[in-house]
């Protein structure tokens, strides 16, 4: 298994421009979230959808678009990028509802300038 | 609101020594806890978690405590290694569709 795959690895956005980050896993989990990484600080929930058709807000939605039209996908849409979506985003896949063990992809780090 | 946050921002310890690593968390309903280890470049791996009907929980050279009295929860490494440095985290969940990340603790291991 791949486990949980996420593109690109690094990424650069000028203010204004849309972008998707892509997230794949390979497990059959119903349960997908976005988190992202600021510098010193813990992850923070964007989005999470709890099975294919399902999507619902997190901590900090605003700004970012999700879909999940399988089980295996769940991109990241960012509509209009601003410097202060400059972070890293990771990607986590779990077996149950969000109150299981989450794996996490290995992240995307995005630069708005 | 509910917040998971840690005592100390960085911790070091002698390779060999047991590390302790600390964390408070405030919303009483939280019944499920999730320590995560993320090494630099890459995203947090799993370690242990411990559900709000037990008090401890063993894994592999690890232990984590949770004391509801007073809300805290505790990750113990025994016979710290090289390979333990990195960023650990607690993370906490009320048995709904969100986990709330605490800021991290850094631990050094030195040699």
């Known amino acids: 298994n791949a486990g949980v795959t996420q593109t690109p690895k690094f990424q650069v956005l000028k203010t204004g421009q849309s972008m998707t980050l892509q997230c794949a896993q390979d497990?059959?989990?119903?349960?997908m979230s976005w988190y992202r990484q600021d510098p010193g600080m813990g992850l923070r929930l964007i989005h999470y959808?709890?099975?294919?058709?399902?999507?619902d807000q997190g901590e900090v939605p605003n700004g970012y678009n999700v879909s999940r039209s399988t089980t295996e996908d769940f991109p990241l849409r960012l509509l209009s990028a601003a410097p202060s979506q400059t972070s890293v985003y990771f990607c986590?896949?779990?077996?149950?509802?969000?109150?299981?063990?989450?794996?996490f992809g290995p992240g995307t780090r995005l630069t708005v300038t | 609101g509910e917040s998971v946050g840690l005592h100390l921002p960085t911790l070091s310890v002698q390779e060999g020594d047991n590390s302790i690593i600390n964390c408070a968390y405030s919303?009483?309903?939280?019944?499920?806890f999730i320590w995560y280890k993320q090494e630099s470049g890459k995203g947090p791996q799993f370690i242990i978690d411990?559900?709000?009907?037990?008090d401890k929980r063993q894994g592999q050279r690890v232990t984590v405590l949770l004391n509801k009295t007073v809300k805290h929860l505790s990750l113990q490494i025994a016979a710290t290694q090289p390979g333990d440095s990195a960023v650990y985290f607690c993370?906490?969940?009320?048995?709904?569709?969100?986990?709330?990340f605490g800021a991290g603790t850094r631990l050094f291991v030195k040699a």
């Open positions: 411990i559900r709000s009907n037990m």
């Open positions: 919303n009483s309903a939280s019944d499920y």
């Open positions: 993370a906490d969940n009320t048995g709904g569709f969100k986990t709330i």
């Open positions: 959808s709890v099975g294919a058709g399902i999507t």
């Open positions: 497990m059959n989990h119903e349960y």
């Open positions: 986590a896949s779990g077996l149950g509802t969000g109150s299981d063990e989450q794996y």
